[in-house]
C-alpha cells in the first residue's frame, strides 16, 4: 500500500523546502489553493479566501499544466483586464482534473517577507509563573509540573493577522533566548483579513480546527527554525518551554484557543469569550513540554484584543499620571487613551488598505515593494525593500505617495486625481485605490478624534503619542499628518515603540504583577464604540476626515 501511495502523482512547491521534498498527493477536484492549505507551510496571498474576487493568488505552473482544469470565466476577465498574465493561473481556480502526472507549481507573490521584531525595552521585575524547587517545577498556583534539571524556558507568542512574532526566554534569568524569530501568518491563504477568517470558521465544519492547526505548525516550526539557527539538538529548547503567552486581537486570540469567532462577524461585533484562557500545550498542539500552561490575556471588547492588553503594559500608560494615546495601525487599527486614572479604547477595521492589500499594486513588505516616495520638480523618486526591482507598494509607500500627490497638487483635497498615476510603468495608483486607502485613514482619525472628545482633554494636553507596530515603525511621521492618518501635533510627542505586542507579552511571561496588571485591565479600560456613541452624526465625522486640508 505504501509503495502505491508513493507511486501517487504529486503537486510540487519548489520555492519552499516542504513542498520541494515531499509534495502533496493530488486530490482531483481540489483546486491548487486546497492543496496549499493541505500541505501546510506555503505562503500565498489569498485576500478574498479563494472566492476568486481579489486575483492576487497568482501562480505559474511549469509541469503538468495539461492536468489541470481550463482557464475559468473568473482568469479570463482578469486577463482581458491585464490582471493576470497569459501563462499564469489562480490558485483558488485551478483544479486539478487528472492525477496521472506530477505538478509544479511556482508562487508569483514569492518574496522575503520584512516582519517587525523589535520591541520596546522595559524594565520588568523578574517572577514568573513557573519556578524551580530543588529539582522540580511548580506552576504559581502549586501545581507540579515534574521533575526537570534543565533550563527552564518560557515563550511569548504575538498572533497578528498578517505575522506570527515569538521570543524564547530564559525564565531564571530573564535573558532572550536568540533573537524573536517571525513568519507571516500561514492563515493568510484563507483570507488576508479577520472577516475571511471568520466566514471560514462558519462555512466549513471543521474550519476553526484547521485555522487553529496551521498556527501552532507555523509556531512549531519557528521554534524548530530557533534550535537550528543557534545550533542545538532538536527539541532541546522546545521540551524546556514550560509557560507560554499568548496575544492578538480578539478574533487570532480566539481561534489559537478554539474560541467560536461567529459573534466577532455579526453585529455587534463581540467576541463571546473576554476572559483570559487557560490551556495544556498538549491540548493546543504546540510542539512544546507537554505540561507547559498557555496563557491567553484577556480581551478588550470588539476587535480591541488581547494585543492591545499587551501594548499598555508595555507603554505602563496605566501607571502613568500623565495623558498618553497609542495609535496601532494594521489590518485592525486600535486607539487607546489614558492615564492611571483611566482608559479609553476603540478599534476599527481597516481592512488591507495599508498594508497594500487592497489595491491593485498593493504588496506586503516583501522585497522589491516601494517603501519611500518623494515627487520633486516631477520627477519621482521611491526605495525599495532589498533594493531590488520594484514589485508593488507597500503601507509606508503608500502613505508618502499620497502626501506627495496632495503636496504636488496631482491630486486635490477631495482626494481626487484626473488619471491613473503610474510610480513605474508595473506600479500605479487608481482612483478606486485612493478611496480605499481615504475610508481607512478616515475610519480610524474619527476614533482618534472622539476617543480625545470622549476622555474630556485636547490633542495639546495629550504627553505622548505612542505608535505601535510596523506601521508605526517604518512610516513617515509628517507625511502621515499630511494626509490626516493621525493628528497635527508636535512632531516630538510621537513615540514609535516597535512591537508592542510582543514586549507585553513578554513581559507578562517574565512576572507574575504583569500577568496580574492584564486582569485588571480587563475592567479597568472602558472600550468605546464611536459609530454607536454617535449615531448618524458617525457618518459625517468620518466623511469629514476623508478629504485633506
Known amino acids: 500500500m505504501s509503495k502505491d501511495l508513493d507511486k501517487m502523482a504529486k503537486m510540487f512547491f519548489p520555492q519552499y523546502s516542504k513542498g520541494r521534498k515531499e509534495g502533496i498527493n493530488l486530490s482531483v ?19 478574498c479566501g479563494g472566492n476568486g474576487i481579489c486575483g492576487r493568488d497568482i501562480v505559474r505552473v511549469d509541469e503538468g499544466a495539461e492536468s ?5 470565466k473568473v482568469e479570463k476577465r482578469f486577463i482581458r483586464q491585464g490582471k493576470l498574465e497569459q501563462g499564469h493561473r489562480l490558485a483558488c481556480q485551478a483544479v486539478v482534473a487528472r492525477d496521472n502526472n506530477n505538478i ?12 517587525l521584531t523589535d520591541t520596546i525595552k522595559t524594565k520588568v521585575e523578574l517572577n514568573p509563573s513557573v519556578y524551580r524547587k530543588n529539582d522540580k517545577l511548580f506552576y504559581y498556583t502549586g501545581e507540579d509540573l515534574g521533575s526537570h534539571k534543565g533550563k527552564i524556558y518560557g515563550l511569548a507568542i504575538d498572533v497578528g493577522t498578517t505575522t506570527l512574532v515569538m521570543q524564547v526566554f530564559d525564565l531564571e534569568t530573564g535573558e532572550s533566548i536568540g533573537t524573536p524569530i517571525a513568519c507571516k501568518n500561514p492563515q493568510i491563504s484563507y483570507g488576508n483579513d479577520i472577516i475571511s477568517r471568520i466566514g471560514y470558521t462558519i462555512n466549513n465544519k471543521n474550519g476553526l480546527k484547521e485555522l487553529q492547526k496551521v498556527l501552532t505548525d507555523g509556531i512549531n516550526s519557528s521554534l524548530m527554525e530557533l534550535e537550528k539557527r543557534l545550533d542545538v539538538s532538536k527539541g532541546s529548547i522546545s521540551r524546556s518551554i514550560y ?18 469567532v461567529h459573534d466577532l462577524g455579526v453585529i455587534p461585533f463581540e467576541p463571546s469569550n473576554k476572559d483570559s484562557i487557560k490551556m495544556k500545550a498538549s491540548q493546543l498542539g504546540l510542539a512544546v513540554n507537554p505540561k507547559a500552561l498557555v496563557y491567553g490575556a484577556p480581551l478588550i471588547g470588539g476587535h480591541a484584543g488581547a494585543d492591545c492588553i499587551a501594548d499598555i503594559i508595555a507603554t505602563r500608560l496605566y501607571e ?19 492615564n492611571n486614572n483611566s482608559i479609553l479604547t476603540a478599534s476599527c477595521a481597516a481592512g488591507g488598505a495599508y498594508e497594500g492589500y487592497q489595491l ?6 516583501i522585497e522589491g515593494a516601494i517603501t519611500r516616495v518623494n515627487i520633486e520638480n516631477g520627477d519621482i523618486n521611491f526605495d525599495t525593500l532589498g533594493n531590488k526591482p520594484p514589485l508593488g507598494i507597500c503601507g509606508s509607500g503608500v502613505i508618502d505617495l499620497l502626501a506627495e500627490l496632495f503636496k504636488n497638487k496631482i491630486m486635490n483635497k477631495k482626494a481626487r486625481i484626473n488619471a491613473d498615476f503610474h510610480i513605474t510603468n508595473g506600479v500605479y495608483v487608481t482612483q478606486n485605490d485612493i478611496n480605499q486607502l481615504i475610508i481607512a485613514k478616515a475610519g480610524l482619525r474619527s476614533d482618534q478624534d472622539l476617543l480625545i472628545k470622549y476622555y474630556g482633554t485636547s490633542l495639546d494636553k495629550i504627553h505622548k503619542i505612542y505608535l505601535a507596530g510596523a506601521f508605526g515603525n517604518y512610516m513617515d511621521i509628517e507625511n502621515a499628518m499630511v494626509i490626516g492618518l493621525l493628528p497635527k501635533a508636535n512632531k516630538s510627542k510621537f513615540v514609535r515603540f516597535g512591537n508592542g505586542a ?15 496588571d492584564a486582569e485588571f485591565l480587563k475592567t479597568f ?17 468620518v466623511v469629514d476626515n476623508m478629504y485633506f486640508s
Open 525 to 541: 479600560i472602558e472600550h468605546k464604540k464611536p459609530n454607536e456613541v454617535e449615531g448618524e452624526n458617525f457618518l459625517y465625522t
Open 320 to 338: 502613568d499620571p500623565d495623558i498618553n494615546m497609542i495609535i496601532d495601525i494594521g489590518t485592525n487599527g486600535e486607539v487607546v487613551i489614558g
Open 502 to 516: 510582543l514586549a507585553g507579552a513578554r513581559d507578562m511571561l517574565l512576572s507574575k504583577k504583569r500577568r496580574s
Open 29 to 47: 477536484g481540489s483546486s491548487i489553493l486546497e492543496h496549499i492549505k493541505k500541505i501546510g507551510g506555503i505562503e500565498i496571498e489569498s485576500e
Open 243 to 260: 509557560d507560554v503567552v499568548v496575544v492578538g486581537n480578539s478574533t487570532m486570540r480566539s481561534i489559537f484557543f478554539f474560541q467560536d
Open 104 to 115: 509544479k507549481v511556482f508562487i508569483s507573490s514569492f518574496g522575503k517577507y520584512t516582519i
Open 68 to 72: 489541470l482544469t481550463g482557464l475559468s
Open 360 to 365: 491593485n499594486c498593493g504588496v506586503g513588505a
